[in-house]
């Protein structure tokens, strides 16, 4: 064996299949594209797929965005990108090309994972419920669905809001729950009032969101079985709106980085009083 290949063969790690999803797109030469997936057993990965651009390619139409496919990949070490050698569509969530909403939820789902889904950790229920989810955002309740997804994301990256204690000091909430509290994205959760005038980006949560907050985040710890727990499907449409607000603002000061497509998810905004 040359010296020049056995260097070449330090860098490959092994060739494996898994099903993936395809979080972003981008054309890398005339013909390739580089990819970032969703793997069920890999994590995130970036990998080139060469050929990729070509209309009768190796790959036919299976890595546009948001699909899910079965893939084989040659897994580089030393920060490389892998190479895709095989893709076949599994699901394409076709319904979702048709209504727009529930494309900008499904779109924002892909942001949200292609910003903190972490290479080489592995998620496989979450990746499970996930494709269950893009299913699911072909009915009536596009913002319950998206708001349950984002509740189980938030507990799988371990970024749940603090809401039982004040996120500054520490010190526990007692009953009762006061009308107003203060929330703050940047701090990332409730403050009390002896921290509020010195926290960042506070803002008033009225009492009965931080209560359905505070009940669709306990039902997201709960066991596997009870955490599909499907009570935001009962809320109203204006009711999630306003949490996915909130957790939108709260997931790009955690993340640092802006959710773009969070702009298609704005709630009414209540009038003083409300
Ligand atoms: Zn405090």
Redesign the pocket.
Known sequence: MSARRSRAEAHVVATEKTTALVLRTTDFSETSRVLVLWTREFGKVRALAKGARRLRGAFESALDLLNCCDIVLIRKTSGALDLLTEARLRECFSHLRGQLQAYYAASLIAEILSICAQENDPHPDWFDQTITTLRELGGQEVYAVLLHWELRALREVGLQPVLDH?V??R?PFVAPVADSLTWSAVAGGL??P??HVATPGRRQLPRDLFLQLRHLVAASNQTPRAAHDRSPLTLPPQTCLELLHLLHEYWMHQLGQPLHLAVYFQPIQRSAGQ
């Open positions: 004040c500054q000091c010190q403050v009390c002896r921290c």
